[in-house]
């Protein structure tokens, strides 16, 4: 059964960093695109960052576009998310999704991923 796995959360002041990890289990992700979602409270799910299938393309949302970089690893089965210049708003649970079957226009709309992650909490305070 496919299972995702998030670590890395921590509470941080603004400007800091950090680096979100997604340990994928129990097939081989490669062919699917996998991405990074967060929830604020109160807050829709927004997307933040995707890797399309094989990690030929990358993603993200306007807001943390220049400070965030997502990598992947197709050997090790791992997305990792670094977080650079962290701001209050960047505060929330951080989710790992993956999906075989989305393709480019829905990339960013969580409801079309099957698989997700228990997500790992992320506190931006001064």
């Known amino acids: 059964q496919a299972q995702l796995v998030e670590s890395g959360g921590g509470l941080v002041q603004p400007g800091d960093s950090l680096r979100l990890s997604c340990a994928a289990s129990?097939?081989?992700?490669?062919?699917?695109?996998m991405a990074w979602f967060r929830q604020a409270p109160g807050k829709e799910r927004e997307f933040v960052a995707a890797s399309s299938r094989y990690g030929t393309h990358t993603y993200y949302a306007d807001s943390v576009k220049g400070r965030f970089t997502i990598y992947r690893d197709k050997a090790k089965n791992t997305l990792d998310l670094q977080m650079d210049s962290l701001k209050p708003e960047d505060t929330g649970v951080y989710y790992c999704?993956?999906?075989?079957?989305?393709?480019?226009?829905?990339?960013?709309?969580?409801?079309?991923?099957?698989?997700w992650g228990q997500g790992t909490q992320v506190a931006v305070s001064p």
């Open positions: 999704a993956a999906d075989r079957q989305i393709i480019t226009s829905y990339i960013r709309d969580h409801r079309q991923y099957d698989h």
């Open positions: 129990g097939r081989t992700f490669s062919p699917y695109t």
